[in-house]
């Protein structure tokens, strides 16, 4: 037998002067109140202070491992490791998926600011250059619109010299009208073919400021200059056409060919 070569265990005899059951002040103790020899203990191991640290170490090993091995015991058929990869594959998929969308989100948004923006700048652009072409064109128009209107005025006028030489009459006497009455010394220049329309429809102007009238080739038909001491009238029909263009805008002359 296995247990023939181990000794019986022996009994302890009780200290002297105590009897059995009794402590030292002679109170009454546990039934296993002795030394219980080495013999006895068989298996059990006597505790030394590094056990706990030990113990430790060996719960976080076995606590550590519980959860591989359940994992292993989970996988343990191809279909249920195939079931778990699916199930993490989906979740990472659907994972990835949500953080593509919120960058999409954020990267749609950045790229309409920047195209608002953008095509805010190109269509004020647009409308600038738009308001500056049609300033122009309107300037372009009202510059043709007056030179037209000049050129029309200056073939009325020609036409009414041409019909109507009597009109330099009428000029004569706006000139002399037109000197200072302190002035003195007046002559009227006109063309030769003018004076005999300027003594018939001017004559009391001419009297009345004591005006002398001479004939003058260079002054051109329909118009006269009026000299005195105290100055000068320039009313020749080229010099007062001078001045209603300009006071259009336009330099059109009034001597061009264009039509002539």
Request: charged content about 20%.
């Amino acid at each position: 037998m296995s247990g023939a070569g181990k000794p019986p265990p022996q009994h302890v005899p009780p200290v002297a002067g105590r009897a059995a059951g009794q402590g030292g002040n002679g109170k009454a103790t546990g039934s296993y109140a002795r030394f219980i020899p080495r013999e006895e203990l068989g298996e059990v191991a006597s505790w030394k202070p590094g056990s706990f640290g030990a113990g430790a170490a060996a719960f976080g090993a076995a606590a550590g491992t519980a959860p591989a091995s359940g994992t292993a015991a989970a996988d343990s058929t191809p279909d249920a490791l195939r079931a778990r990869l699916d199930a993490e594959r989906h979740a990472l998929r659907q994972a990835a998926y949500q953080e593509g969308y919120r960058d999409g989100l954020v990267a749609l948004e950045n790229f309409k600011q920047h195209f608002a923006a953008q095509a805010t700048a190109q269509i004020g652009s647009l409308l600038d250059s738009f308001d500056a072409q049609l300033r122009e064109i309107d300037a372009q128009a009202a510059q043709a619109l007056t030179r037209c209107t000049l050129q029309l005025a200056r073939q009325v006028v020609r036409s009414e010299l041409g019909t109507r030489p009597e009109l330099v009459a009428r000029v004569a006497t706006d000139a002399v009208n037109a000197v200072m009455l302190s002035a003195s010394h007046i002559r009227v220049l006109a063309h030769p073919a003018d004076l005999p329309l300027i003594e018939e429809g001017a004559q009391e102007a001419l009297v009345a400021r004591g005006a002398r009238l001479l004939p003058d080739e260079n002054v051109e038909r329909g118009g006269v200059i009026v000299e005195s001491d105290a100055g000068a009238v320039d009313a020749r029909v080229a010099t007062r056409w001078a001045q209603a263009a300009a006071a259009l805008g336009s330099e059109v002359a009034w001597a061009a060919d264009d039509d002539a």
